[in-house]
């Protein structure tokens, strides 16, 4: 993924691409002040909650993917921990309090730049209502999931991992590198 820079973010140069020296990728680099525009991955945690047999899912009222159904997620915040932020996400679209969060999953996908961190846990009491960022939130069981109306490939490839795993009732922290470019989801 190029976000690309156009201007140095210290001096406001317009910034050129090149290799810098000691380096073996093509950087936005400031030809006054030398400064180097580095482009990493977002880092991206989420939740799967859980209530009995049932699974939290809200329906984005943000883009991208408006009014798509998805899993409590998004990008962390400087000074929060990757289990603050799923539980912080989980709070903002669902107002719902995660409860007993235990890493899940971590999935890189270079093509967008982003590394999802995805978490397990409860939803404490079973409450949950939309919030700011969801249109409306609900409890589903499995043959409930609106697999056609999810928002995010990762969001269904996590399902379907979770149900899996769930049946089997084994849960291990797993990591995969995701690549959906190919695919018409």
């Not at 998004?74 to 235990?102: D, N, Q, S, Y």
Request: aromatic letters at 10%; glycine letters at 6%.
């Amino acid at each position: 993924m190029n976000r690309d820079v156009l201007h140095c973010a210290k001096c406001g140069t317009a910034v050129e691409q090149k290799i810098p020296e000691g380096d073996n990728r093509i950087r936005q680099v400031c030809p006054q002040c030398h400064y180097i525009h580095y482009q990493n991955p977002l880092p991206v945690a989420g939740c799967i909650l859980t209530w009995e047999d049932r699974i939290l899912l809200a329906k984005r009222a943000i883009e991208p993917r408006y009014g798509f159904w998805t899993l409590p997620a998004g990008f962390m915040e400087v000074g929060e921990t990757a289990t603050e932020a799923a539980a912080r996400e989980a709070m903002e679209e669902t107002a719902a309090t995660a409860e007993a969060l235990e890493l899940y999953g971590v999935y890189s996908i270079p093509h967008i730049g982003q590394l999802y961190m995805m978490y397990r846990g409860i939803c404490k009491d079973g409450y949950a209502r939309a919030a700011d960022e969801s249109l409306e939130v609900n409890f589903v069981l499995p043959d409930e999931i609106p697999w056609d109306e999810l928002a995010f490939p990762v969001i269904r490839h996590t399902l379907h991992r979770f149900l899996k795993d769930r049946k089997k009732n084994r849960f291990q922290v797993f990591h995969e590198a995701l690549d959906y470019r190919s695919r018409s989801t």
